[in-house]
Antibody, heavy 120, light 108 residues
Framework: QVHLQESGPGLVKPSETLSLTCRVS????????WSWIRQAPGKGPECIGY???????NYNPSFKSRVTMSIDTPKNQFSLKVNSVNAADTAVYYC??????????????WGQGTLVTVSA | STELTQAPSLSVSPGQTARIACSGD??????GYWYQQKSGQAPTLVIF???ERPSGIPGRFSGSGSGTTITLTITEVQAEDEADYYC???????????FGGGTKLTVL
């Protein structure tokens, strides 16, 4: 079974860049799609985007201008950067494996999540 | 923007059946998915492609769909089923996943 573990700073200052990494174990990053999902306090999950190991990405239009996802196949991990953060970006950030079914993508395995707070 | 609508809360007694609905136009052309999220934990996939159950999910969890609505049914509800349940599908432009607002299931 695939295991995912997020890592990165828990506190980011407004206007700076949020950077997170997801380490994958129990499977290879070359065999699936990978995604970042966030959940603001008391809200439902929100997909930030997903990517394939080839580097092909698809970002939620709500984030498109601020988000970059990348993958490091030798290290079996993938990363997220969100630029110009503000208080509304405070959330628990999850990495997840995504599977494709026709035009749909869904999330089979999730990391435990990491809380990122945007505050000065 | 794509919207998936869920009732915010549902209360049932142990042993009863819980039915959680999710509605949205996207469900008429895309599959629906259900996740269970217990307090302080990451979501867990409990139903995929409208009706299929991942290995390890108890048989009391089932899914169905018709038109623009999908339904998660939990028969013989147990105390451990108390959680938030989120539906998920695909946005109207067929590009990215979207989630419903969630239904909090309380087992009385």
């Amino acid at each position: 079974q695939v295991h995912l573990q997020e890592s990165g700073p828990g506190l980011v200052k407004p206007s700076e860049t949020l950077s997170l990494t997801c380490r994958v174990s129990g499977g290879s990053v070359t065999t699936s799609y990978w995604s970042w999902i966030r959940q603001a306090p008391g809200k439902g999950p929100e997909c930030i985007g997903y990517m394939f190991y080839t580097g092909r990405t698809n970002y939620n239009p709500s984030f498109k201008s601020r988000v970059t996802m990348s993958i490091d196949t030798p290290k079996n991990q993938f990363s997220l950067k969100v630029n110009s953060v503000n208080a509304a970006d405070t959330a628990v950030y999850y990495c997840a494996s995504a599977r494709r079914s026709g035009a749909s993508y869904y999330f089979e395995y999730w990391g435990q999540g990491t809380l990122v707070t945007v505050s000065a | 923007s794509t919207e998936l609508t869920q009732a915010p809360s549902l209360s049932v007694s142990p042993g009863q059946t819980a039915r959680i609905a999710c509605s949205g136009d996207a469900l008429s052309k895309h599959s629906g998915y259900w996740y269970q999220q217990k307090s302080g934990q990451a979501p867990t996939l409990v139903i995929f492609k409208d009706t299929e159950r991942p290995s390890g999910i108890p048989g009391r969890f089932s899914g169905s769909g018709s038109g623009t609505t999908i339904t998660l049914t939990i028969t013989e509800v147990q105390a451990e089923d108390e959680a938030d349940y989120y539906c998920q599908s695909t946005d109207n432009s067929d590009t990215y996943p979207v989630f419903g607002g969630g239904t909090k299931l309380t087992v009385l």
